[in-house]
């Protein structure tokens, strides 16, 4: 792989992260200062023997050279090649590196749930077919395709963008595009960059370590849905933080409901015994949902006050009473008023009317009326 982007023009800094047997080639960095990087002894890494201890150490030493190495502006791409040991340690040094530092990992684990690896930035993991084990017909297509990618990542020029323009990050699942898209269709008109983040579990994590940077000056979170999954068991659950980061940061923020009524689920032939008797909608052969009952909605409430409560900065929540999504609108095959009342009553009752607005409008989620307030109101926040 390093003679072959030799061979395109672009420079390559080879760092050797592994214990055992002799490097097949001469690294720029070797083993030992991997090591001593990360405060140990490649030497006595090996002569424990403990496999999970050596990748743990030499991630950590691998993540401060290329730190060190992105820092010095020596790196503008980063590549690695292994199977599951291999993997784990060099996704954790690309994950250390800023968002937009171009990350591939050509891994035998690509094709199972790369989540792990991935984490929360762009990493780009791609399927290596056959293991890492030599130069055959196949594995000599695959490497050469990899080392292209990086060529292509590294030298892609970035194009400038107006980065002069408040930062508003969004939340938007399929069923909620439509208001997601007119509000920040409206918040753009009013001068902001707005970020759209797909719910799926890692994508509210993602949203909200960008909070943490600091660059965000106001967060629409339209669709909340992954609190279903933490709560319900769906295959997208939103981790312990989420809906907490903006109000512990204290950043303005306009939340809504948007597909509180859907739990996200793995394929409609395999679902789990417990859902089997609910109301599902197939979305693909990937991805099932079921309706939340009014005990999850219930629940959901207290979980949503407690978190938009303790926000230290402003917070205006929009309940839209005619559906939560589309499927659930009324006539529609997931409509369920008393489930919908329980989380709008639970609401009322458990808001604390001093830290948090409430805006109830009578129309459903994707109505433009409520995109567009929300949108207004995040601006009125931001500008305040």
Known sequence: MRDRIRARGVDVVLVDAGILGEPLTEPDFTRQEVAAAAGADVQALADAGDRSAAIEVMARGAAEIVLRLHAEGRLDAIGALGGTGGTALATHAMRRLPIGVPKLMLSTVASGDTSPYVGSVDVTMTYSVVDIAGINRISVRILANAAGTLVGMATEPVPELDEERPLIVASMWGVTTPCVTTAREHLEELGYDVLVFHQTGTGGHSMEELMKTG??????????????????????????????????????????????????????????????????????????????????????????????????????????????????????????????????????????????????????????????????????????
Request: with cysteine; glycine share 8%; charged share 25%.
């Open 215 to 384: 660059l965000v000056e106001g967060v629409l979170d339209v669709t909340t849905t992954e609190l279903v999954g933490e709560l319900a068991g769906g295959v997208w659950p939103a981790g312990l933080e989420r809906l907490e980061v903006a109000g512990r940061l204290g950043i303005p923020q306009v939340v809504s409901l948007g597909a509180l009524d859907l739990i996200a689920l793995g394929p409609p032939d395999a679902l789990p015994e417990r859902f089997r008797s609910r109301w599902i909608y197939r979305h693909d052969d990937h991805v099932a949902a079921a309706r939340t009952t009014s005990e999850e909605c219930a629940s959901l409430a207290k979980v949503i006050a407690r978190k938009l409560n303790a926000a230290t900065g402003p917070v205006a929540l929009f309940v839209p009473l005619r559906g939560f999504s589309p499927l659930s609108v009324p006539g529609a095959e997931f409509h369920d008023a008393a489930a919908d009342a329980a989380l709008v009553e639970g609401l009322r009752e458990l808001i604390d009317p001093e830290r948090v607005e409430i805006h109830e409008v009578e129309c459903d989620i994707n109505d433009p009326e409520l995109a567009v307030a929300m949108a207004e109101r995040l601006h009125a926040l931001v500008a305040g």
